[in-house]
C-alpha cells in the first residue's frame, strides 16, 4: 500500500492514483502501476480490458498495450518484453523498491539483453509468459474468491 503526505492511501496491489510511467486506464479511469507486470494482472482481477502506456527505460520508445482478463490483446512494438528479478532475492517490505523497480516494458528483445546485462538478477519474459505468470500468482493467492465472484456476475465498475 502507498499513502500520500496526509496519510491517504494512493495506491495497493499495484494500482495507483500517483501518477508514475506505466499508465494504466480501464473503466473511462486514468489510473498508474507500481511496475510493468502489475498491468498485465490487474485486467484479471478487475474483470476490466486496460489499454496500458509505458516507456522502455533501455530505449525511451513508448510501449502500450491492450490487456484484457484473457490475455494481452494487442502489443505496439509486437516484439516487446518484460523485465523480471529473480525470486531469490527478497521482496518483502516496501515491494515497489525491492521489485517492481526492476520490472519494466522493454521495446525489444535487444533492449531487454542490453538491460539484463547491466541489472544483476533480472531476466526477461515475453509479454504472454508475464501474462501467465501473473494469472498463475493471482490464481494462486485469490482463486477461490475471484472464481466465486466471477460465477455470481461481479463487475469491477460497482
Given at each position: 500500500m502507498s499513502r500520500d503526505e496526509i496519510g491517504e492511501v494512493t495506491g495497493f496491489w499495484g494500482l495507483s492514483v500517483?501518477?508514475?510511467v506505466h499508465g494504466y486506464v480501464s473503466g473511462g479511469r486514468?489510473?498508474?502501476t507500481w511496475c510493468a507486470w502489475d498491468t498485465l494482472f490487474l485486467p484479471s482481477i478487475l474483470n476490466q480490458i486496460a489499454e496500458v502506456s509505458s516507456r522502455c527505460p533501455a530505449t525511451g520508445l513508448p510501449v502500450s498495450l491492450t490487456v484484457g482478463p484473457e490475455g494481452i490483446r494487442q502489443a505496439h512494438p509486437a516484439d516487446a518484453v518484460v523485465s523480471f528479478l529473480?525470486?531469490?532475492?527478497?521482496?518483502a517490505g516496501d515491494v515497489v523498491a525491492t521489485f517492481c523497480c526492476h520490472v519494466w516494458f522493454l521495446a525489444s528483445?535487444?533492449?531487454g539483453a542490453r538491460w539484463v546485462r547491466e541489472h544483476p538478477g533480472?531476466?526477461?519474459l515475453?509479454?504472454?509468459?508475464?501474462?501467465?505468470l501473473g494469472r498463475r500468482v493471482i490464481g494462486l493467492r485469490f482463486g477461490a474468491a475471484l472464481a466465486a465472484e466471477m460465477t455470481?456476475?461481479?463487475d469491477a465498475t460497482g
Open positions: 500517483a501518477e508514475t486514468q489510473l498508474y529473480s525470486p531469490e532475492r527478497p521482496w528483445p535487444t533492449a533480472a531476466f526477461l515475453s509479454l504472454d509468459d508475464a501474462f501467465k455470481e456476475g461481479w
